[in-house]
């Protein structure tokens, strides 16, 4: 004897021979469920909503007495309100006649995907919005429902979609049209399985999403196709808001003093992205409405001015945000234009300044499922935020880091673009200088015109630990005057600086230099970002870290052997910093593509401690001492092995550790 089982809401159906028990249909019929145990019946993952009643559209009758009566593990397994709701364990219910099975979202087994990053990062794909494609029957005198609950009660026959189903104003609006356009066929777009979001007329398959980083500086873009799981598009640009203040401080401070400041910079920010999103549907040659769904991600304060919330709050101790949780407001609240129904969903922040960006880049990189090594993540930017620890504990902490380390506040400091300096070399003997530019492959002195105009974040990295090595700068961070250079030379502002490309090499027709100023404005960074690691070091009491991940554009560039030489990160063997480039970005779009990373954003987010360092016992003495190069007091074996220098041992190693 066969019978006909029809899983919903991917709607395949079959026949399947009696005593087959449903997870058995499942895997002939294609439908991937969860299944941890195998089948035993110990999990529990394998739950199934049995339906009752005649299904016309489909062509059956189901009830729950078509399957054996729950057994004990069923009645262990599932709660007494499941039971009652005609819930089962696929793998325990054996078919004895027709029925129609909804699956729920935890049951559902989704492909996994990998986004295309150069690091693999597998995820499920499960995006927070699905279409649905209907043939509905007209209305008529004796069916006169109105468009609206035919809709729900189509999506309920045809795909299980059970529940009172939202509606949006916007679909609403375009409902009647959308329905009789095409014959009462149509597309419903369906977000989190609770609201109908976009309703298409016609077969529509295509979805797409975007996921924004809101950097403080840089703002980074990606168009992501849901239904294949790929991102189709990429673009970045420099968050306007940097016109209001470089940092986040004086962005609190613009919306503090002026009536109309926070208005102004969402607005910024908003007709950025927005600009972002529409070269990025231009070039893939679909519709900005075509975009069902957008996540963002921010630290406190970007977040909160993208979203029209106070942030003076955030700018002062106790440092209380507006709200720490995930949001999920209307894009077109936000004034975010893609499909007018879309919502925007905000990851969860995690305390102080340190927001929804840095809970991205974790679940980009999972420290948190990390067994036994201690990891170190370093997300630099102009706010750094730091993470430290693995499965059983993570702290974190976030650095005033300042613009520097972007090219910013360094007299010839640029965006790393065509003729930036991103690599210096600096000979110990002559002091001459080899650097490289981007977009050209020769070094210089292999090519005599290099066309350079300025230095990034990168360079300024590069030529700062170069001067250290070659004796250029002392281990205090004053230029040596004493070397008999023509490239140490007085400045315009009396201070001492070094010559890095003599004027007829650059594009810009004068001598493009390294002022004293600007070695102290990379020590202060690198101070800021040493101390908020060691700090978190020495909360968790671990002397040495296993990995150091390197997050953010910047990192991605960083030649991380200078970094360890400057002692911008704890001492490390140099083959275990990794540079994981725009983690936040990957987070977002991780979160785009699957739902369940939203859920688990919450836990992550408030598993995490937040540890005040500025706030520390000895905070100024830690960080004067982190000002030398690479350090006054730690020991750093590995940087000094590179630099040349004695590795401090005995006791002396002793004191620079403790
Ligand atoms: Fe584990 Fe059914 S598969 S309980």
């Known amino acids: 004897m066969a019978y006909t089982v029809i899983f919903q809401p991917s709607g395949r159906r079959g026949e399947v021979k009696a005593g087959t028990t449903l997870l058995e249909a499942a895997q002939q019929l294609g439908v991937g469920l969860e299944s941890a145990c195998g089948g035993a019946g110990t999990c529990g993952k394998c739950k199934l909503r049995i339906e009752s009643g005649f299904f016309p559209k489909l062509g059956i009758t189901s009830t729950p007495a078509h399957l054996t009566p729950p057994t004990e593990e069923e009645k262990q397994k599932l709660e007494a309100r499941e039971l009652q709701d005609d819930y089962r364990l696929a793998c325990r219910a054996r078919v004895e006649g027709d029925v129609l099975v909804y699956v729920p979202e935890k049951s559902r087994v989704?492909?996994?995907?990998?986004?295309?990053?150069?690091?693999?990062?597998?995820?499920?794909?499960?995006?927070?919005?699905?279409?649905?494609?209907?043939?509905?029957?007209?209305?008529?005198?004796?069916?006169?429902?109105?468009?609206?609950?035919?809709?729900?009660?189509?999506?309920?026959?045809?795909?299980?979609?059970?529940?009172?189903?939202?509606?949006?104003?916007?679909?609403?609006?375009?409902?009647?049209?959308?329905?009789?356009?095409?014959?009462?066929?149509?597309?419903?777009?369906?977000?989190?399985?609770?609201?109908?979001?976009?309703?298409?007329?016609?077969?529509?398959?295509?979805?797409?999403?975007?996921?924004?980083?809101?950097?403080?500086?840089?703002?980074?873009?990606?168009?992501?196709?849901?239904?294949?799981?790929?991102?189709?598009?990429?673009?970045?640009?420099?968050?306007?808001?940097?016109?209001?203040?470089?940092?986040?401080?004086?962005?609190?401070?613009?919306?503090?003093?002026?009536?109309?400041?926070?208005?102004?910079?969402?607005?910024?920010?908003?007709?950025?992205?927005?600009?972002?999103?529409?070269?990025?549907?231009?070039?893939?040659?679909?519709?900005?409405?075509?975009?069902?769904?957008?996540?963002?991600?921010?630290?406190?304060?970007?977040?909160?001015?993208?979203?029209?919330?106070?942030?003076?709050?955030?700018?002062?101790?106790?440092?209380?945000?507006?709200?720490?949780?995930?949001?999920?407001?209307?894009?077109?609240?936000?004034?975010?234009?893609?499909?007018?129904?879309?919502?925007?969903?905000?990851?969860?922040?995690?305390?102080?300044?340190?927001?929804?960006?840095?809970?991205?880049?974790?679940?980009?990189?999972?420290?948190?499922?990390?067994?036994?090594?201690?990891?170190?993540?370093?997300?630099?930017?102009?706010?750094?935020?730091?993470?430290?620890?693995?499965?059983?504990?993570?702290?974190?902490?976030?650095?005033?880091?300042?613009?520097?380390?972007?090219?910013?506040?360094?007299?010839?400091?640029?965006?790393?673009?065509?003729?930036?300096?991103?690599?210096?070399?600096?000979?110990?003997?002559?002091?001459?200088?080899?650097?490289?530019?981007?977009?050209r492959e020769e070094w210089y002195p292999e090519i005599g015109h290099t066309g350079a105009r300025g230095i990034c974040g990168s360079g300024i990295v590069d030529a700062v630990a170069e001067m250290f090595r070659a004796g250029v700068l002392l281990p205090d961070g004053r230029i040596n005057r004493r070397l008999a250079t023509s490239r140490i030379r007085q400045g315009e502002d009396g201070q001492p600086e070094f010559v890095l490309a003599w004027a007829p090499e650059t594009a810009l027709g004068q001598d493009i230099t390294v002022t004293q100023k600007d070695v102290r404005a990379v020590q202060l960074a690198k101070a800021a970002l040493y101390v908020g690691a060691r700090f978190l070091m020495q909360k968790l009491g671990v002397d040495k870290v296993d990995r150091i991940v390197l997050a953010g554009a910047f990192g991605t560039y960083l030649d991380r052997e200078r970094a360890l030489m400057i002692g911008m990160i704890p001492d490390c063997e140099p083959e275990r910093i990794v540079a994981v480039g725009n983690a936040a970005g990957d987070g977002a779009q991780i979160a785009l593509f699957d739902r369940s990373k939203r859920t688990e954003a919450v836990q992550v987010a408030q598993q995490v401690e937040f540890v005040e360092t500025a706030a520390e016992p000895d905070f100024q003495k830690h960080f004067l001492a982190a000002m030398a190069f690479p350090h006054a007091r730690d020991a750093f074996p590995h940087a000094r092995r590179m630099l040349g220098l004695p590795v401090l041992t005995g006791d002396l190693a002793g004191r620079a550790g403790s």
């Open 110 to 439: 989704a492909p996994q995907v990998i986004l295309e990053t150069g690091r693999e990062r597998a995820f499920r794909l499960d995006p927070a919005v699905r279409k649905y494609y209907l043939e509905l029957s007209p209305p008529t005198l004796r069916d006169p429902r109105d468009d609206c609950e035919r809709l729900r009660d189509g999506l309920r026959a045809q795909y299980g979609l059970g529940g009172e189903l939202k509606i949006d104003y916007a679909a609403l609006l375009s409902l009647p049209e959308a329905l009789r356009r095409e014959n009462w066929k149509v597309t419903v777009t369906v977000w989190m399985d609770r609201e109908i979001i976009a309703v298409e007329p016609g077969r529509k398959e295509l979805a797409y999403g975007v996921a924004v980083d809101v950097g403080t500086t840089t703002l980074a873009a990606y168009l992501c196709d849901l239904g294949r799981g790929v991102t189709v598009g990429r673009k970045s640009a420099m968050n306007p808001q940097v016109r209001y203040g470089e940092d986040i401080l004086s962005r609190v401070g613009y919306a503090a003093s002026r009536p109309s400041g926070l208005e102004e910079m969402q607005n910024a920010v908003v007709q950025a992205v927005n600009g972002l999103i529409r070269e990025m549907v231009a070039e893939a040659g679909i519709s900005s409405e075509e975009v069902l769904d957008i996540v963002l991600v921010g630290n406190t304060v970007m977040h909160h001015i993208l979203c029209g919330l106070d942030p003076r709050f955030v700018g002062q101790a106790p440092f209380a945000p507006v709200v720490k949780g995930p949001l999920d407001l209307r894009a077109r609240d936000l004034g975010i234009e893609i499909a007018p129904g879309a919502k925007a969903h905000l990851l969860p922040l995690e305390a102080a300044f340190v927001g929804a960006d840095n809970v991205a880049v974790l679940l980009a990189e999972e420290p948190y499922r990390q067994e036994d090594e201690i990891w170190l993540i370093i997300d630099i930017g102009t706010n750094g935020e730091v993470v430290l620890g693995n499965r059983r504990r993570l702290l974190c902490t976030s650095c005033a880091t300042g613009p520097a380390l972007e090219g910013a506040q360094i007299r010839f400091g640029m965006r790393a673009a065509p003729g930036a300096i991103e690599k210096v070399r600096i000979d110990s003997h002559t002091l001459e200088v080899g650097y490289k530019v981007i977009g």
